[in-house]
Nanobody, 113 residues
Framework: QVQLVESGGGLVQAGGSLRLSCAAS????????IAWYRQAPGKQRELIAR???????TYRDSVKGRFTISRDNAKKTVYLQMNSLKPEDTAVYYC???????WGQGTQVTVSS
């Protein structure tokens, strides 16, 4: 059974930084791509970053240059470094294994202006 546990969220002022973590179990972590999504109140969940098994990364335009996704296969963990945070980044952040219908509880990120 795939389990995903997100952590690292919090309250930060605009311009600040946070690093989110996603710990995965129940999968052969190293061969899977991992993605980060976010969902703001009243909005649909949106894909913001993805990292392939080989380390290739893609980003949503609104976070390019500010967010960095990375992975540590030994720790079975994916990270999302978020810099230059904006109030519009406020959302619950989730990680996901593409093709697997499993979601963690998410971690709340709140950016104050």
């Amino acid at each position: 059974q795939v389990q995903l546990v997100e952590s690292g969220g919090g309250l930060v002022q605009a311009g600040g930084s946070l690093r989110l973590s996603c710990a995965a179990s129940g999968i052969t972590f190293s061969i899977n791509a991992i993605a980060w999504y976010r969902q703001a109140p009243g909005k649909q969940r949106e894909l913001i970053a993805r990292i392939s098994s080989g380390g290739s990364t893609t980003y949503r335009d609104s976070v390019k240059g500010r967010f960095t996704i990375s992975r540590d296969n030994a720790k079975k963990t994916v990270y999302l470094q978020m810099n230059s945070l904006k109030p519009e980044d406020t959302a619950v952040y989730y990680c996901n294994v593409p093709g697997v219908s499993a979601w963690g509880q998410g971690t709340q990120v709140t950016v104050s202006s």
